[in-house]
């Protein structure tokens, strides 16, 4: 393993985050706030530390599975630890934990944030929050094979660590083609978004960084009240749109938009994906109404939706305080948090095509139980999967929810109660944000003990990574 | 990049730009740090020495009324009017450096000065006084009398509220003193940062000497001993680049240049 061509591609993508920083600098200085110095110096020290290895590394001509792995997962924790380097400097709430868990929050999209006050931040350290969703909607080293066309013939072996198999599956193009149709959509759905906010009736500022954190399905938000803070329902309606399109298989919307045969219509996850969130909906909607806790059954419908598709696409914005809800809609909202979007989307969680799979898989097991003698192939999205898939799949599950038990375990442990410790866990490891309790979506993780935050941070970064992405980085050494 | 010195030199200037930049976050923070503590303690100072000036006044003027009142020594009245001046202005000059959040608590204390002001004036006018407007009532002055059911109290009433305004006073400089306890970390944040960084690039720095200066060189040194010791084939198992891949290359064609000539020696035997 070339360590000296590991450091050069992970400063690639140490680099992209220095532009970012600047640009946040940048817009610090017009506005004229106190986020200028410390973006400025960050992206300073980042531009150094990224630029660093290429005075002596050479472009590589190939790069083993091995270091494509070391890459991919050094480049997320360094990622994370440059991150953190404007909040540090800049202070305010950010101490060194808060700092870390804010930033690894924000590029692995939870969205969960530590601020009690996100208003007080200056401009441009609220813009560089909602960057850090931005660049890890798509994955950092996918970012940077975006953005980087000096990455060249290495495109594909990056590309193939960091998009999951069940993702890959949907791509039936070139791996060059792939980058171009995540940097189209990508790009272009932030650029509607805004646009849409916009004439929504936000202000610039706040529209762009709301479209860049819906596209990423993030959940940064530059007001105290989230999404609710605007009480509008046409912004309502256009954010939903957002984050419905950000956690379909980009591959798909491409393919919707190029009418080729295997589009969103077609797509038997697609439609499993759109029926969980209407029937989801309307029962939270119901139960909303019946309940009394909004006045009509209108205002039950629209929040319930919101919240519905904000939780499942693991975005996290909020327009109400859902502890506030009836226990149906909490558990039904837990839930979908662990089932989320689809692979091959800017969504975090299990996915609903592993859940799908799965689903097809004990299917299968009951048939061949009544049939020993049948051969029962399983199928999604028309692609046979072969027993390697289906035991990775109901490998992750088991391992998903073995975290999750052991994150909720650890948080009681701390004296955090049932209900604050699961949904935390959950919404941790699904990147979602927002839980229940103590942690509600009107809430922050400000109050939760220090060693809880950094499980946290580590909770979230095994769901961006996929879980087994993160465990292979621990065990490198062994890996022959 | 090509050449081996002109990385060295670039990345060695690399480091001595981030020292700088370092060195004058440094400076920055600190000189930062300075003028807030002086800031903080200069207005500590101030409102002390303003607050005692204010007492020192006060207690003047209650000696010099206490003299003009109860021993009848005309010529103080010129001291108390004098004391009753100075008052005056020390309330302006707090006025001119107290933050706007006790301004309330110094209007107060002026008015307790008009008060004290007012009493001495009626006094000296051997005016009737009007100590209580529940027990109003008109009489001839006794001084004593006077002194310790009119003056006193007012005294008294001034003097409290002159703490009362250090207490205020120190209230204010609390938060600003939290602020700055908050912006210690926040002045170390950027010096701990930048030698973080420098200490991954200086070991970053060291990795890639060894990897592709000194490391190459020694399997270099190696294998060529072993060739000339041993006869084993030249062939350093190492990453080369620029002029050390030139040197592997120059002996690679000597020893080859070297054999050929051995081989027509042998031949031409």
Redesign the interface.
Same mark, same amino acid.
């Given at each position: 393993m070339?360590?000296?061509v590991i450091?050069r591609y992970v400063g690639t993508v140490v680099l992209c985050l220095s532009a970012f920083m600047a640009v946040s600098a940048g817009i610090s200085l017009v506005s004229g706030d106190t986020g200028f110095y410390?973006l400025l110096?960050?992206s300073?020290?980042t531009l150094?530390?990224g630029?660093?290895? =290429?005075?002596?590394?050479?472009k590589a001509d190939s790069i083993t599975t091995k270091e494509g792995f070391m890459i991919v997962v050094g480049s997320w924790v360094v990622s994370c630890v440059v991150g953190m380097?404007p909040y540090?400097?800049?202070?305010?709430e950010f101490?060194l934990v808060n700092a870390w868990f804010e930033s690894v929050s924000g590029f692995t999209t939870t969205g969960a944030s530590i601020l009690t006050d996100i208003e007080a931040l200056p401009q441009g350290l609220l813009f560089w929050r909602s960057a850090t969703n931005w660049i890890g909607g798509v994955g950092v080293v996918m970012f940077a094979l975006l953005v980087l066309p000096s990455l060249g013939t290495n495109k594909m072996a990056l590309s193939g660590i960091e998009l999951s198999s069940l993702a890959k599956d949907n791509y039936r193009y070139r791996t060059q083609m792939v980058v171009k149709i995540l940097l189209v959509i990508y790009i272009g759905l932030t650029v509607v978004s805004t646009i849409l906010l916009k004439v929504a009736g936000m202000r610039w500022f706040d529209a762009v960084n709301h479209a860049m954190s819906v596209c990423a399905t993030g959940g940064f938000s530059t007001k105290n009240a989230s999404v609710g803070f605007y009480d509008s329902p046409l912004i309502e309606w256009i954010l939903i749109v957002v984050m419905f399109i950000s956690s379909l298989h980009f591959g798909l919307i491409y393919s919707t938009f190029a009418r080729k045969a295997n589009n969103i219509f077609r797509s038997e996850v697609v439609r499993v994906y759109v029926a969980i969130i209407v029937g989801a909906a309307l029962t939270i909607g119901a139960s909303l109404s019946f309940s009394g806790t909004y006045d009509n059954i209108f205002t039950s419908l629209r929040q319930s939706v919101f919240q519905v598709v904000s939780i499942i696409t693991t975005t996290g914005f909020a327009t109400a305080d859902t502890n506030l809800w009836t226990p149906f809609a909490i558990v039904i909202l837990i839930i979908l948090s662990i089932i989320c979007g689809c692979a091959g989307s800017t969504s975090g969680g299990a996915k609903v095509d592993r859940v799908l799979l799965y689903a097809k898989v004990l299917k299968a097991r009951l048939r061949g139980q009544q049939h020993p003698n049948a051969i029962i192939r399983v199928r999604l999205d028309g692609i046979l999967q072969d027993d390697r898939q289906v035991n990775t799949v109901t490998l992750f599950l088991t391992t998903y929810f073995i975290l999750i038990i052991a994150g909720t375990l650890t948080s009681t442990l701390f004296g955090m109660d049932l209900l604050s410790s699961f949904s935390s866990s959950v919404a941790f490891i699904g990147n979602v944000g927002p839980g229940f309790g103590e942690v509600g979506s009107y809430d922050n993780y400000a109050a939760m003990p220090s060693l809880l935050k950094i499980q946290g941070t580590i909770l979230m970064l095994m769901g961006r990574l996929e879980i087994f992405g993160f465990i292979q980085f621990l065990f490198i050494r062994m890996w022959r | =990049?090509k050449g081996i010195g002109k990385?060295v030199t670039?990345?060695f200037m690399?480091i001595v730009?981030?020292l700088s930049?370092s060195g004058l976050?440094s400076l920055f923070e600190l000189s930062n740090l300075s003028y807030d503590t002086e800031a903080i303690l200069s207005a500590n100072s101030r409102d002390l020495e303003l607050a005692k000036n204010l007492l020192r006044s006060a207690h003047d003027h209650s000696r010099a009324m206490i003299d003009v009142a109860i021993f009848d020594k005309e010529e103080r009245k010129v001291a108390c009017r004098n004391a009753s001046d100075e008052l005056v202005a020390h309330i302006s000059s707090v006025y001119a450096h107290a933050p706007k959040a006790i301004h309330g608590s110094l209007d107060t204390l002026s008015m307790y000065v008009t008060d004290l002001a007012q009493l001495t004036e009626n006094y000296k006018s051997y005016e009737v006084v009007v100590i209580d407007s529940l027990r109003s009532e008109v009489r001839r002055i006794d001084g004593r009398g006077w002194y310790v059911e009119s003056y006193e109290p007012a005294y008294d009433r001034f003097v409290e509220q002159v703490k009362e305004y250090i207490t205020l006073s120190h209230g204010e400089l609390a938060p600003r003193a939290t602020q700055l306890s908050?912006?210690v /970390?926040?002045s170390v944040?950027?010096v701990l940062?930048?030698l973080l960084?420098m200490i991954?690039?200086v070991l970053?720095?060291y /990795?890639?000497v060894y990897? /592709?200066g000194v490391k190459p060189i020694l399997r270099i040194n190696r294998s060529l001993s072993d060739y000339m010791l041993f006869k084993l084939p030249f062939k350093p198992k190492t990453?080369m680049?620029d002029e050390i891949k030139e040197l592997h290359d120059n002996i690679e064609n000597m020893i080859n240049i070297s054999k050929s000539n051995k081989k027509q020696e042998n031949d031409a035997i």
């Open positions: 070339r360590f000296s450091l410390p110096l960050s300073l020290l150094l530390l630029a660093f290895p =290429m005075i002596f590394v050479s380097f540090l400097i800049w202070g305010g101490s | =990049m990385r670039v990345a690399s730009a981030l930049v976050i908050k912006n /970390y926040r944040a950027p940062i930048s960084v991954a690039i970053m720095f /990795y890639f990897i /592709y990453v680049v």
